[in-house]
């Protein structure tokens, strides 16, 4: 499509940076030339370091609760179908605020800094074309953004039904590498959960029940293998009863020069806990996608930021994730498809 040129920053400069391959110092460019002249962002961000934090442990594993008011707009965002029709898209270019640029990422992707950000940094990756949320196809794409964006950044997947406030138009986002406590907890995980489902010279995939998450873990140096081995499980998992759409998955990646990737899947049972649902003194705002189910779980309102416990996020994260029967299920067939 055609990009209007005023959306775009195209100098000297960030023209050198994409040619020498330099990601990570354009969106440096890119974040610094908006916080100095989007004042949304630079209040936002400004907060983002005065927030309240907690954190508790599981065995194994850290969870983290952040308030965070500025996200009370994504949390709570309407995204059944005649909302979505209903509203313009707000990742579409052309529907951007004035004050917010992009750069442009090859020839279908632009990155923008989100300015409701969790990370100390937060971008989103969003097609040019308004094209619906899913990963399936566009998987190779998110692998290769992980690595141009690998020194510095995690790229993060939410499905159309499970924390995408955006369902309708297909985007990544990014933040700041380790910031998500799985990231340093997931080898810990597989050694003590995991059952290796598939495994040789180029790749080890994993499925781990941790008591609280049903995810799988793919660990691979080279694309082609990952993309086989995720389209494989993509489409067992798909053969299963769920949303029409995809089935229900957030996605956390990284990439390391010596190791390659690292893909996390969360599988999901249903968008929202049932508190979110109830009225007054009952209700809690957390809506889990792929930061919060990571280990870093927003909480837009101080009465509930307050009221979360170990015993609440238990609760709430079992309820989300996928039950332990068809997780079970699940892990014998893609045994079965890798053998």
Not at 84 to 109: H, M, T, W, Y
Request: glycine residues 4%; negative net charge; contains cysteine.
């Amino acid at each position: 499509m055609k990009v209007p040129d005023k959306k775009i920053l195209n100098d000297v400069e960030v023209r050198s940076l994409i040619s020498n391959n330099d990601y990570t110092s354009a969106t440096d460019y890119l974040f610094n030339s908006q916080i100095n002249s989007w004042e949304l962002m630079k209040k936002n961000y400004a907060a983002l370091k005065n927030i309240q934090t907690k954190s508790f442990w599981f065995e194994g594993f850290k969870l983290k609760v952040q308030f965070n008011p500025e996200r009370i707009k994504s949390t709570s965002a309407e995204v059944d179908e005649n909302s979505v029709k209903s509203r313009e898209c707000f990742l579409c270019i052309e529907n951007l605020p004035e004050e917010q640029k992009a750069i442009l990422i090859g020839n279908d992707f632009v990155m923008l800094c989100n300015p409701y950000p969790i990370f100390p940094q937060h971008f989103t990756f969003s097609s040019l074309n308004h094209q619906p949320q899913m990963i399936l196809e566009s998987f190779s794409e998110f692998l290769e953004m992980s690595k141009l964006l690998s020194p510095r950044y995690t790229l993060v997947y939410n499905g159309p039904a499970c924390g995408a406030s955006a369902p309708d138009h297909l985007h990544f986002q990014a933040g700041t590498k380790n910031f998500i406590p799985i990231e340093d907890d997931i080898q810990q995980l597989k050694n003590d959960f995991g059952k290796i489902v598939q495994e040789d010279e180029f790749i080890t995939t994993s499925y781990i029940d941790d008591g609280l998450r049903k995810l799988i873990f793919i660990e691979s140096t080279e694309q082609e293998e990952i993309e086989k081995s995720f389209r494989t499980i993509y489409k067992a998992y798909e053969r299963h009863p769920g949303e029409k759409f995809e089935p229900m998955m957030n996605l956390v990646c990284s990439y390391d020069e010596e190791f390659g990737w690292s893909v996390i899947i969360f599988l999901r049972s249903k968008h929202r806990p049932e508190c979110f649902y109830k009225n007054d003194f009952d209700r809690i705002l957390i809506s889990p996608a792929a930061i919060d189910l990571g280990g870093v779980v927003v909480t837009p309102r101080e009465e509930d930021f307050k009221r979360v416990d170990e015993e609440l996020l238990q609760k709430i994260f079992r309820e989300v994730s996928l039950d332990r029967q068809t997780f079970s299920v699940l892990t014998k067939e893609v045994k079965n498809e890798f053998r």
